[in-house]
């Protein structure tokens, strides 16, 4: 079906930028939306940013709104996220994961496919 790669992770210093980059292959046409996540040591995986293939809109949320921006190069099959001026905080693995779709019985979305994760660090 598809595959999922992600790069770009690395270790930073607060302030700094890094882009992140997720890359598909296999039947790249079946993916909708794409989307990052990230998720801290003891701590749940969160909702960070996704972008609709098809009219380019895109979501964030409001702890990186402002800071990061997601893009997408279709031709490429690779997604972005540009992240400035970041903070210890944002320290986590993170995920990309496409195709969201409602569980009408749970009230929540769930992601069709997740790849491996990249770690960002930064440090103070």
């Known amino acids: 079906q598809v595959q999922l790669v992600e790069s770009g992770g690395g270790v930073v210093q607060a302030g700094d930028s890094l882009g992140l980059a997720c890359t598909a292959s296999?039947?790249?046409?079946?993916?909708?939306?794409m989307a990052w996540f990230r998720q801290a040591p003891g701590k749940e995986r969160d909702f960070v940013a996704l972008?609709?293939?098809?009219?380019?809109?895109?979501i964030y949320a409001d702890s990186v709104k402002g800071r990061f921006t997601i893009s997408s190069d279709n031709a490429k099959n690779t997604m972005y996220l540009k992240m400035n001026s970041l903070k210890p905080e944002d320290t986590a693995m993170y995920y990309c994961?496409?195709?969201?779709?409602?569980?009408?019985?749970?009230?929540?979305?769930?992601?069709?496919?997740w790849g491996q994760g990249t770690q960002v660090t930064v440090s103070s």
């Open positions: 296999g039947r790249t046409s079946l993916i909708y939306a």
């Open positions: 972008i609709f293939e098809s009219n380019g809109k895109t």
């Open positions: 994961a496409i195709n969201p779709r409602m569980d009408d019985s749970r009230g929540t979305y769930e992601y069709a496919l």
